[in-house]
Structure formats: structure tokens, C-alpha cells
């Protein structure tokens, strides 16, 4: 078991972190990606796979923020995505206590700032005192919260 310190920016940054979402680390710039179409992402947990479309189809045209959202949530109705300072997050629509995980292969991966050379997953982290992995305190700081957790 041991302790590590964390911080993050903002509060909804901390949620999706203690909750098992993820958070890629691409900002979208103007909220909106190119070149999207045909690219996957491909969640194991819960098990689903985006394909990403264009309009017209198989053309290569932005896709705007709300656009993906509707692709991704279409296609793994169980995910609520959402931005989190300009970058893409990902969590369960309905808190399980399991963590959201994606595989390194899908192609749109390092689009959105996830790894395509190892897995991406969450942790639920459990309520103070209980067992590893566990939030063992938060404070909020002068630009953000400080978190310690406990890992096994």
C-alpha cells in the first residue's frame, strides 16, 4: 500500500478521476477534430467499438465536438462523454463502481490524446477507509484540489 499525492484543475477533472473515467490528453482545438472518419476507439469496458463517420461519408470533414459525442454514445449507450478543459472525457452514465478501460488499438487513440501502445483505464476509487484503492483525502488549493490516495 501507498500514498500518492495528485492535483487536479478543476472539480469535474477530480470526479472523473475517483469515479474510473478517463480523460484524454489532446485538447480539441476549436472543438472540433479532422480526419476522424473510418478511425475507432475501441472500449473494453463496457465493451464497444466507434467507428467514426463523416457527412458525406468516407470523406475526410471536421467533426465537431457534439458530433462525436452522439457517435461515441450511439454506439456504447452506456457512456456519457463530455470536454473537460478542451480535452475529451469519458465515464459511465451510471456510476457502477466500474472503471471505464479502452484498448491501445484503436486507431483515433492518439487523435484524442489516448495511448496506442498500452491500455487506458480508469480506477473507481473507494470512500475513505476503505480498501485499496481508496481516496484518502481532498483539499481544494488556490488553483485546483490536492487528492492523496491509497494504492495498492
Do not use: C, H
Not at 2 to 30: C, H, N, W, Y
Not at 86 to 92: E, S
Not at 122 to 149: E, H, N, Q, R
Amino acid at each position: 500500500m501507498a500514498l500518492i499525492t495528485r492535483k487536479f484543475q478543476s472539480r469535474v477533472e477530480l470526479d472523473f478521476f475517483l469515479t474510473g473515467g478517463i480523460i484524454g490528453g489532446t485538447k480539441m482545438p476549436g472543438r472540433r477534430i479532422y480526419g476522424l472518419d473510418g478511425r475507432t476507439l475501441i472500449f473494453t469496458a463496457p465493451a464497444a467499438t466507434v467507428t467514426f463517420a463523416s457527412v458525406p461519408a468516407a470523406t475526410q470533414m471536421w467533426l465537431l465536438f457534439p458530433d462525436i459525442k452522439a457517435q461515441i454514445e450511439a454506439a456504447a449507450a452506456t457512456l456519457r462523454v463530455t470536454l473537460v478543459d478542451g480535452r475529451i472525457a469519458i465515464n459511465l452514465a451510471t456510476l457502477t463502481g466500474t472503471p471505464i478501460a479502452m484498448s491501445a488499438a484503436g486507431t483515433a487513440n492518439t487523435i484524442f490524446g489516448f495511448s496506442n501502445s498500452v491500455a487506458t483505464a480508469g480506477t473507481f476509487y473507494a470512500p475513505p477507509a476503505g480498501m485499496a484503492p481508496a481516496l484518502v483525502s481532498f483539499s481544494p488549493d488556490w488553483d485546483g484540489y490536492v487528492v492523496i490516495t491509497d494504492e495498492p
